[in-house]
């Protein structure tokens, strides 16, 4: 059965450093997400992606945070100057349009510690 | 606004006994309404879902959630847990923007005990 990898499993950088997150959707997905959710918190929406654009991003997805399509299978979470506060369980989903009988499949995570 | 309360962090059973993860939501309009699980190291997969059919949904393994409009609930149940139950299991309402946005309860731990 297709499925969404994440890489890496585990990420440690310093406070400060910039991050990549990778994503590799099911391949005939065309709406992706990012997800995260900080230990003990609730699993909380960042962003999605259709069509080499956002089409949506939270309050949490500031101007450190972007996405990228680098090619035609790999989905990217970028993070400029990680913080502290970025330690967190990152996400990434697909589905393959966006109506509500269009179910999000969802990748293992990446856990990320800023230190 | 949309959300779900999950009302246990932690849920303990024993094998061949039943389950029930309970499970409240708020939304202004109908929702469409998931439970997914996660085990260790794997991704979130959907269990089952609600989107305004009938209110009693079966799902993957032998589980199944009633929604109950009355009592704003989408409480999962199964007749008898089995070793490989044992997984955070989260539950979740929906609302379309363009695509479908989803909003995650705080999730319940499932143990189960020999």
């Known amino acids: 059965e297709p499925e969404v990898t994440q890489t890496p499993s585990h990420q440690v950088t310093q406070m400060g450093q910039e991050v990549i997150l990778r994503c590799v959707p099911i391949?005939?997905?065309?709406?992706f997400y990012w997800y995260r959710q900080i230990l003990g918190q609730k699993v909380e929406f960042l962003v999605s992606?259709?069509?080499?654009?956002?089409?949506?991003k939270s309050e949490i997805f500031d101007d450190q945070f972007s996405v990228e399509r680098p090619d035609g299978s790999n989905f990217t979470l970028k993070i400029r100057s990680t913080k502290l506060e970025d330690s967190a369980m990152y996400f990434c989903?697909?589905?393959?349009?966006?109506?509500?009988?269009?179910?999000?499949?969802f990748g293992p995570g990446t856990r990320l510690t800023v230190t | 606004a949309q959300s779900v309360t999950q009302l246990d962090s932690h849920v303990s059973v024993s094998e061949g006994t039943p389950v029930l993860l309970r499970c409240n939501y708020s939304?202004?309009?109908?929702?469409?309404l998931f439970w997914y699980v996660q085990h260790p190291n794997k991704g979130l997969q959907l269990l089952l879902k609600?989107?305004?059919?009938?209110?009693l949904v079966k799902g993957i393994n032998g589980f199944e959630a009633e929604f109950k409009k009355s009592e704003t609930s989408f409480h999962l149940t199964k007749p008898s847990a089995h070793m490989s139950d044992a997984a955070e299991y989260f539950c979740?309402?929906?609302?379309?923007?363009?695509?479908?946005?989803?909003?995650f309860g705080t999730g319940t731990r499932l143990l189960v005990s020999p």
């Open positions: 989903a697909s589905s393959e349009s966006a109506g509500e009988s269009y179910e999000q499949y």
């Open positions: 979740v309402v929906s609302f379309l923007r363009g695509f479908q946005k989803l909003v």
């Open positions: 992606f259709y069509n080499n654009e956002i089409s949506e």
């Open positions: 939304s202004s309009y109908s929702p469409s």
């Open positions: 609600y989107t305004s059919a009938a209110t």
């Open positions: 391949s005939n997905h065309l709406y």
